[in-house]
């Protein structure tokens, strides 16, 4: 049972530079989440997708873009890296509203 | 933005020892989570509660949600070493015609053999 599947799991890069965190469930659940976590921070929501077509900013979207491509699978991109974007990033997925949500187990950014 | 406030931030105990963590809330929650994350990994869910005044067991972890939906507290009776890791509470909020998540900023555990 894979769960919810990010990849990859660490990445360099530098300033500047573009990439697209990738994030799939297998488990047919209609929202998915993108979390940013910081050290003294917690969990802190960036984009998510209610249902699939649909996309909207959390908390900290700044900096970022998401597409839901479809139902399993919702992207993460970062058109152009900063340091302050160094952090775990964590993608969630639940099956409808009120339930528990399911992670991943991060991607692991570091912005030189 | 909401705001949960979890204590304490970090608990050092001996192995054996029971521990207590709470979250408040000024906002009324529906759903209050309570996760476990250990180092490298992602949260993973340990109980769930629906309403208010729940109390929820799951082996040596026990929840409650309050009475007043503001607050909830997680206890883990007669710790272990694999009770090591970051418990984070989480609470559902109305948001428009769905919900949002919001999380606590995390207790860290750490157990002594």
């Known amino acids: 049972n894979a769960g919810v599947t990010q990849t990859p799991k660490f990445q360099v890069l530098k300033t500047g530079q573009s990439m697209t965190l990738q994030c799939a469930q297998d488990?047919?659940?209609?929202?998915m989440y993108w979390y940013r976590q910081d050290p003294g921070m917690g969990l802190r929501l960036i984009y998510y997708?209610?249902?699939?077509?649909t996309t909207d900013k959390g908390e900290v979207p700044n900096g970022y873009n998401v597409s839901r491509l479809n139902k399993r699978e919702f992207s993460l991109r970062l058109e152009s890296a900063a340091p302050s974007q160094t952090s775990v990033y964590f993608c969630?997925?639940?099956w409808g509203q009120g339930g528990g949500y399911t992670f991943g187990s991060g991607t692991r950014l570091t912005v030189v | 933005g909401q705001q949960l406030n979890q204590s304490p931030q970090s608990m050092f105990i001996q192995e054996g020892e029971d521990v207590s963590m709470n979250c408040t809330s000024s906002s009324i929650f529906n759903t209050w989570l309570w996760y476990k994350q250990d180092p490298g990994e992602g949260p993973v869910l340990l109980i769930a509660l629906y309403k208010a005044g729940e109390l929820t067991s799951n082996g040596r972890l026990t929840a409650q949600f309050g009475i007043t939906r503001k607050d909830s507290f997680l206890n883990i009776s007669a710790s272990i070493p694999s009770d090591v890791g970051i418990y984070f509470c989480a609470g559902h909020i109305p948001q428009g015609g769905s919900e949002k998540l919001v999380f606590g900023k995390g207790t860290k555990l750490t157990v002594n053999p």
């Open positions: 997708s209610a249902s699939e077509g």
């Open positions: 969630a997925s639940r």
């Open positions: 488990m047919n659940h209609n929202s």
